[in-house]
């Protein structure tokens, strides 16, 4: 026999007897692992599960956002699927609808003894671990991680549906902000006018106050020089070095160029006087007070308030209809992460091995004996 043909033979001897070997041994190896397979079905019964679950999150469309067109048109706030949606995933990741749906559904169960601050400690760690926001793409997508996946998903229904909620109160609250600053805004304004046209009456019955000292002066001139009617000005009157026609201003000096006042007589000035005297509404006579009350009259009549509490009550803000968002909570269903089949094949792999180790231990020690 050659070597080649003598290795052959050796080869299929050796593998013959390997084979004779495990067969010998099988109940050996099928217990040991049978022995493994029954321990990684405790581990699996007994071990808690983990399960995951996502919610895609996307803006309202583009027909519910019409339902905000009148509202918007107030120029007191601009309401977008952008912001409402950026406003639902702020207050998600605030935690505190999270927190007070596992309060109110008991998905955490107070311990003996705990004080009602470790157990709110306890509440506000499990919200952050069921809930992460992420926005991989135009929609946001709300990644959720329990052991409870039933009772999760009622936690996470109510949660959203409280975020959906405080949204629409956040609204409300800013719109009611902005109606007070913009009635404040009025208010202001009209105080303004209000002031400006006080000014205006005091500074016009100055001018008159003048006004009725320089008539009652150049009248008493007038009698002084028994001028009674107009009088054609054939005199001048000298101030100081300055040669002028001599009329006053209302500072009560003389104006360069300008008519003595009392040649009119002291009977026309007289009647000036009356009529200056017999004014009741000094106002008339002043544009800028005329101007004052047109704009104050304008802003009083301003309907912006009013048409944006309107267009509140009658939008989605204003009903039980208020949507932030659009999801499908139908679509959320939680998987547990913990691969069962998988864990049972490497037992079964696992024991094999440790069976036939076990095997070879077994026969090395009884030929040693």
Known sequence: MNPEQSQKDDGEINLTELIRFIWNGKWLIIGVTAVTCI?????????????????????????????????????????????????FIQNVREYKSLEASITENMYLKKFENETELDFSRRIKVAARRLVEVTKPEATSTLSFTTRQPKLARKVVTEALLLSNGNVRMELQTMIDIRVAAYS?????????????????????????????????????????????????????????????????????????????????????????IELLLSRRSPQLFIPKFLANERDKEEIIKDSTITRTKKSLALSPIGSNTFKSVSYNIDSLEFKSTTNSLKILLLSIILGGVMGLIVLVIRVAVIRKK
């Not at 895609?56 to 120029?75: F, G, H, M, R, W």
């Not at 002031?195 to 002066?217: G, M, P, T």
């Not at 028994?226 to 054939?234: H, L, N, R, V």
């Open 184 to 272: 404040r805004h009025l208010t202001k304004e009209i105080e303004d006018i209000d002031l400006s046209s006080k000014i205006l009456l005091k500074n016009e019955k100055l001018k008159v106050q003048a006004r009725l000292a320089f008539l009652n002066e150049q009248s008493a001139i007038a009698k002084a020089l028994g001028i009674k009617e107009d009088t054609p000005p054939t005199q001048t009157i000298f101030a100081g070095d300055a040669t002028i026609n001599g009329n006053i201003d209302i500072r009560g000096s003389y104006t360069k160029n300008e008519r003595s006042h009392y040649l009119l007589g002291y009977f026309n000035i007289d009647k000036e």
């Open 39 to 87: 321990i990684a079905v405790i581990y699996l019964i007994s071990m808690p599960k983990t399960y995951t679950g996502k919610l895609k999150v996307s803006p309202i469309s583009a027909i519910e956002t019409l339902q905000y067109i009148d509202l918007n048109s107030s120029k007191l706030i601009d309401i977008n699927s952008e912001e409402l949606e950026l406003l």
